[in-house]
Structures are given as structure tokens and as C-alpha cells.
């Protein structure tokens, strides 16, 4: 067996082969769409363990394939709401942060931006980060206003203000 890297990818394989023999191909189409066959032994690991919802594995893997992907900031941003999930807010920081880096049009990675700085009890960061998803047209009060996430910033003015606004825009 390989050393190293090598062991790794090695593992990646063999884990990949044994998930795909035993596992039926219709369940597999069904969690992992029509196209799994075509996607990397990586890809399928992040994809099985965001599935099964074990963050910490999830989170794990995107990282690994975002520092391999030549556009990486999906992996980034799924890597990010992962750790968030597994409650590690320190960790999905840095990750959403670099997602937002890349694409920083995105009303979805500024929320989850908002969320994470909120829960690591980073209330002004989370204020800012919600300011700029509400910028970025997310307009769903409903979801800021019940997200558990967001509680730490619910008793603040501007979260108060905010969300106001949101609810009181035209339609498009």
C-alpha cells in the first residue's frame, strides 16, 4: 500500500469501490442523482456523508476538494455549512469566507456568513454579514426571523430595522 498522499487516494478508491458494489444503483440515482457514475471518488464520499448529515466528515471532504477544484467556491461554502452544522463556528468562518471571496455576489454565503459570526457569539460581524445578504436580495423574513442561528442578533436594533425592511419591499 502507498505511503501518504498516495494512501489516501488509495483508500479513496477502494472505499469507493466497496460503497459501490453494495449499495443498490436505483438508491444510489436517488440520493446521489442519475449522474454519480461520472463524478469523482471524492465527490461521492462529500456528497454520502452530507446525505447521512455527519458534518464533520462532510466538512472535511469539501475542504479537500475545494483546495483541489479549479473553482472552488461551492466546495468552500458546502465545507463552511458543514462545519457550521457540526457546531463549529470558528471552523465555518474562514470556509464561507473564502466562498464569499470568490463569489461575493452571494446572498446564500453572506447569510450562512451571518448565521456562523452569530453563533460564535460575533454579534456586530453577524449584523454585518445579514446587512449584506439583505443587499444581495435575500427576502425571506420569515427564515430570519425563526433561523435558531440568528437568535443572538434578534434583541439588536439594527437586526430589528433590517428585517423591517425586508418586509415591507414590493414584491418583484
Not at 76 to 104: C, H, Q, T, V
Not at 134 to 147: G, M
Request: proline residues 6%; charged residues 35%; aromatic residues 6%.
Amino acid at each position: 500500500m502507498p505511503d501518504g498522499q498516495g494512501r489516501l487516494s488509495y483508500l479513496v478508491h477502494q472505499r469507493s469501490r466497496v460503497v459501490r458494489e453494495r449499495l443498490d444503483e436505483a438508491l444510489l440515482d436517488d440520493v446521489l442523482g442519475s449522474d454519480w457514475r461520472d463524478r469523482p471518488a471524492e465527490t461521492l464520499i462529500a456528497e454520502t456523508c452530507r446525505a447521512m448529515e455527519r458534518w464533520p466528515e462532510t466538512a472535511r471532504a469539501y475542504e479537500s476538494l475545494a483546495r483541489r477544484d479549479a473553482k472552488p467556491a461551492r466546495a468552500w461554502f458546502r465545507a463552511g455549512s458543514s462545519w457550521r452544522r457540526a457546531g463549529e463556528p470558528e471552523r465555518a468562518i474562514p470556509a464561507l469566507k473564502r466562498a464569499w471571496d470568490m463569489e461575493p455576489s452571494g446572498a446564500e454565503s453572506a447569510y450562512a456568513l451571518a448565521v456562523a459570526h452569530a453563533t460564535a457569539g460575533e454579534t456586530a460581524q453577524g449584523l454585518d454579514w445579514l446587512a449584506r445578504a439583505l443587499d444581495s436580495n435575500l427576502e425571506e423574513p420569515e427564515r430570519i426571523e425563526e433561523d435558531a442561528g440568528l437568535a443572538p442578533l434578534r434583541g439588536e436594533p439594527r437586526f430589528k430595522t433590517r428585517v423591517a425592511t425586508v418586509r415591507t419591499r414590493p414584491s418583484a
